[in-house]
């Protein structure tokens, strides 16, 4: 316990400045103005940094040292906590910290959680008011569909709760000879923190016979 909290005090040490080099942008609270402070450590994977990222989707990237340690500056606020490989692949470090005014947060002998990515995706099957859309995560994940006539999208599927890495599901009500844009949203127990998205797709429905 002695060596956590010397851990702690010296990661504080030099804090000011740490931050500011490292991409935050303001909303939630990451970069500027902060007040309170973030320090953790985290498995060593090579070429890897903290993504710091607030409820409005700002993020700061947080570099760590030879030992995994990792230390932020932070405004007051909610944030979760993920570690981002070389490669961009992100997993969850910790899926909600809040942070006070003069707080010091330590996150130490974390669980890390993978987060799931959309590897593949097809649309084998369209009609003029119907739409199947099947998708492959590299991990077992649930997921939902988000569509639209446009990238804003505006609607969404159910989520599919089970968790898998082949999945299938049919968009209803579609409009005839219409393109139509789509991303695959997927996750972790329906943890919003722990959701990613796949790119854009579209595909075009039939017309009225």
Same mark, same amino acid.
């Given at each position: ?12 040490? @030099? ?7 490292? @991409? ?15 320090? @953790? ?5 090579? @070429? ?162």
């Amino acid at each position: 316990m002695r060596n956590r909290f010397l851990l702690v005090a010296a990661l504080m040490l @030099g804090l000011t400045g740490l931050v500011a080099g490292c @991409g935050g942008a303001g909303g939630d609270g990451v970069g500027a103005e902060a007040s309170g402070v973030l320090t @953790g450590r985290v498995p060593i994977v090579s @070429g890897s940094v903290v993504v710091i990222r607030g409820t409005d989707g700002a993020e700061l990237e947080v570099a760590i040292d030879a030992d995994g340690n990792y230390a932020a500056s932070l405004r007051p606020g909610a944030y979760s906590v993920l570690l981002k490989t070389s490669d961009g692949k992100l997993t969850l470090v910790s899926r909600s910290v809040n942070i006070e005014d003069n707080m010091t947060v330590s996150l130490v002998d974390i669980r890390l959680v993978p987060l799931p990515q959309v590897v593949s995706v097809s649309v084998p099957l369209v009609d003029h008011d119907t739409a199947t859309v099947e998708w492959i995560s590299d991990i077992d994940a649930d997921g939902r569909i988000d569509y639209g006539t446009d990238t804003r999208y505006g609607y969404s599927t159910y989520t599919d709760t089970e968790l898998k890495t082949k999945h299938r599901m049919q968009l209803h009500d579609l409009r005839p000879d219409t393109t139509y844009h789509f991303r695959i949203v997927a996750s972790r127990y329906g943890l919003e923190t722990a959701e990613t998205f796949s790119q854009d797709y579209a595909f075009t429905t039939e017309p009225l016979p």
